[in-house]
């Protein structure tokens, strides 16, 4: 069985394991207060072109998402979201388990868009008894989407200026950052992030990590006392070195950015044929996750070789499924799949 | 100015006045351990036609709703309501502060349906992944809605059956319950929640009381520590004796349904009215409040000498408003209303 | 039998009741927002001796306490308290539900002292780790305490300077503020309180009203957004207007001084006899409340008559228990009291 | 510098972080749902002695208890533990920040035992309003205590016994489990903790591995559901079978157990030499953690060539301090240390 139902079915990068190895033995300071997480640190401020933000790293997506959040709003605030968005779908609960609604913007694609920020805030504080609901208190959006969708740098930056002028703090989950950074489709770099948003996080899971988040705060007035939260939450991770020594293997030079690219190439490999073939996609992605709508009866066939995700029905005998690249994807596996796919339309 | 825009505008019905003012000097034991509390929690079983159900006195609803949802949940589950309940619109988040999502089912007239309830649940069974999503937890409908419509027993009792099925408690909000019990188009009566409810509260509020919701828990697995939940929340009146007294007065007889029936036939009369003279209504209420579409201009007109809540645009030049009956409403003011209305059509 | 144990065994003051009686029908808007609330703050103001406080009107104490200090405190944060302090020991775990640790420090008369404060502080501050324990954010006192002592006006500008040098916010529960500040014992006057504290309460449930607790919010920075707490947390009462009224029939002239003194006054008459009787007292009070220490055969005797409070064993044969005056108690009650307590030591 | 202030300063040991790189490119389902994760619970249920426990695999400690025990108390509970207890003091509120209050036991070594267990508990139902104060909902302990000590099996059944008792689920923190389990004083073993406790965890991160902590629920009622908290709570790895690898690795054969008794001895052979030198101890731990008082001067000696950890001040010249021995503690560090003591000696 070939696998592309996820990015994060490996271990990760052979360089990375290779610094785990040989940093294995050495005495650190705990709790993300040793040498290798400054490092880290300074690897990815000369990444980001920006001296003055505060890097955390974390274990997991949820944990960033939830501890963040959680250090930002006020009891009474919630946190605005795409209705598909990780935290309003896909983590449990664990935003409200913090006491916050999650307040969700209708969104077919992933994305919302700065309009519906405006209007929802417009709405709330035109209300006469504005204090009986919950108030908008940040906005979170993905880049890339979990449907593989991008936002340019004019919608980013229109966000940005309705958020800045809201007073709304602007969190942007980047759990696959990499492949939305090196897609053909992009033009939003980390300085961008930078510039634009409050906070993001860099992801390490599904980009050739064994695990970790680079949380970056860039707004200072959010800095204060994060690592007290990131302790409560269960984030601070006791041999903290791990992160550190991971993403200074990514970001020492260009690692994170290579295996991205890697898997964009074979994402954008698979969607020129499968395009050509006549299917069409549920999601514009330009990013490592494609989502061709396919009959029943094809995927039928293809599902005896390859493993992708289900994603939805479409019609009563076509879904929606997800081919996932990654750091970790063999081109002669896209290569195979490719030839199974043109045999099938044959 | 006559006011019609809420049922919440004057204080409390004489004949608690006077009980009030009657028991005054006594001294009872506090925390809703004296005897009226006693008392009126008899006069409601008879009532409700039932023994075997636990009763406890709060103070307002938003506090009953988020006191025993958070009794009820356990901390990954959620509660289902409609989009529209006030729980997920009206409470400021003290649901969510409790650490639960509230689950929106799309409702456009203010109810939810057994089968929504049904595929909600499949849906989230269903899932392989079904621990990454909140789980549902009961299910809150409000008896009547918000928007003054009604469960028919019918479909309280399709509800009811899917509930229990699905192992989802199910409870009935009834900030309004008098004035629902009363309507000409109903036919669930207090027996009936007490058969296909596993906890209603009984609305004293806005209905002739000073304050007071009567939380009724019928379901004995959920009725075990309450009372601590209820401290915890704030929802412990010291003189609690203030609930039980007032609730002796609305139950010892039929108090609480005569002012409930005194509201509704007003809103009657007045609801035959604007269809007579042709307006259409964005709810269809049998209930105390009335929601009739009217033009911009006569609003302006009526707002003169009426006080009605605005409720929704309904396009360019018309707006849905509502007009609230209750207990206290004087016939001669819903006269004189009809009267001006019916001159403005002249 | 004659009734000391509590201090809200009875409902409300004749002048509490027939203001309520008099605006019964009236019709004002609701959660607060009429001209009773209003007014009410106006006279507090007046009491007060200062313009810019904030004034917000909660139904009881436990509600209050946990809505204003869930509004205060980050995630990450504690609030200190005696370990004798209500929020500690008889709340339910309603901070703890916010999120947050009491932190206590140990007392055995209810107050914690200035130094106490600063050591706590400091020893934060001056660990290493510190983010891997509950940081301090801010300071909970009672006055009087839970156990009828004061802090005299020195002690509390002591407090008040720590906490200030420290940036944590002092917060006064003031429960039984009146008879607190009527004691004979007494120095510390509301100005007092406004000037010294970051918010305080004062009581009205105990103090001779059917319930309400005014929160003065004096620290602007503690004020935003308030009403969405008090309405996520249950306590913005629809008819909010009960409690401005209420505490109109208090504050406009002085009733809730003269109730106060009335309570005070028959404390120190029986204390003086208890004292001449030889009896020690487990507290040191000159508030309402008096806590001798008995024989548990005298007790039997008196419990025959008279009901009180039992507070805790003190050897195998004597109790510390607790004698409570209030607003409504009556001069012949005490006398007559006072009468058999002198019969027994015959 | 040779560094004996943690034990989690190395990475994990190499047959560890052999079967890690040999693994790496494998593809595995995630969240713990992979071969490896099911062979590592094999395994460790062997050890156990126990067919029928349900085993996660966690992250870190922190995460675990508050995961855990978030999952098991209803809101008005309380978790019982030492004052010393880690979930007190060194995780930053977490438990409080999932609404429940820590209930401290006085204690002095790290140990409660079953007669304060069931004095708290008796104190508490005593309590005629035991609704005003938090209800005690299940127990904390570590093994070995934070301080090093251990309970015996004797005192672990009696508390056993009163939990039962009592209705309150046992909970053992095992950070450093192994090195209770080897320690020479010991006499509980993995199947006594099975017999005895409701749920243990067995500590990996400070006992050669990366990290990860497998939490055993031996109570069937504790069970159900707890993988959507674990994932609300951040705690679901998605690369899973990173724990199960490891936990393969240590629990395979008797790696686990055999890096524990290195350290043991280790730490006994440093005890003897103290001991004999006629230093006194802070506890009296037979485990890796050894806590003698030193003179400052002695401590001024000894930190110019050895890292240990200041734990409190004994008197004005004398402190307590932690020497750490782990996994990773090399014979001739110790026996250097012991030289250097013995030199001071002299």
Redesign the interface.
């Given at each position: 069985m070939i696998?592309f139902e996820?990015d994060?079915?490996?271990?990760?990068h052979?360089q990375v394991?290779q610094m785990?190895?040989d940093?294995?033995?050495?005495?650190?300071?705990?709790?993300g207060e040793d040498a290798y997480c400054e490092k880290a640190k300074e690897y990815i401020k000369k990444h980001c072109g920006a001296e003055d933000i505060d890097i955390h790293f974390l274990?997991?997506?949820?944990?960033t998402n939830?501890?963040f959040i959680?250090?930002v709003l006020?009891?009474?605030q919630?946190v605005v979201a795409a209705s598909t968005g990780h935290i309003n779908?896909?983590?449990?609960?664990?935003i409200?388990?913090?006491?916050?609604?999650?307040m969700p913007i209708p969104s077919t694609d992933g994305k919302i868009y700065a309009h519906q920020v405006k209007e929802l805030y417009d709405e709330h504080w035109s209300l006469s008894?504005h204090?009986?609901?919950?108030?908008p208190g940040m906005v979170y959006i993905s880049q890339p989407t979990e449907n593989g969708t991008l936002y340019t740098k004019a919608e980013l930056e229109a966000l940005s200026a309705v958020c800045k002028a809201c007073g709304l703090p602007l969190y942007v989950d980047g759990a696959r950052l990499g492949y939305g950074i090196m897609s053909p489709a992009n033009d939003v770099s980390l300085n961008d992030l930078v510039r634009l948003s409050d906070a993001f996080y860099i992801g390490g899971?599904?980009q050739g990590m064994?695990?970790g988040e680079a949380l970056v705060i860039v707004n200072p007035a959010l800095r204060r006392?994060f690592?007290?939260?990131?302790?409560?939450?269960?984030?601070?991770?006791?041999?903290g070195r791990?992160l550190g020594v991971q993403y200074c293997a990514m970001f020492k030079e260009n690692l994170y950015f290579e295996l991205s690219d890697h898997a964009d190439k074979l994402a954008m490999k698979l969607k020129a044929v499968l395009a050509e073939l006549g299917y069409s996609f549920r999601y514009e992605s330009y990013t490592n996750q494609q989502f061709p709508i396919m009959s029943d009866a094809e995927l039928a066939e293809i599902g005896k070789k390859y493993a992708y995700s289900f994603w939805e029905k479409v019609d009563e005998s076509h879904s929606a499924v997800r081919f996932c690249m990654s750091w970790?994807t063999k081109e002669e596996d896209v290569d195979a799949l490719i030839e199974d796919l043109r045999a099938l339309k044959k």
């Open positions: 696998r996820c994060y079915g490996e271990g990760a052979s394991m785990l190895a940093t294995n033995m050495e005495q650190t300071p705990g709790y274990v997991g997506g949820t944990q939830m501890t959680a250090s006020r009891p009474h919630g779908v896909h983590e449990s609960g664990a409200e388990a913090t006491g916050h609604k999650v008894n204090e009986h609901e919950v108030q899971t599904k064994l695990f006392d690592r007290y939260i990131l302790k409560q939450k269960g984030g601070m991770l006791a041999k791990l970790a």
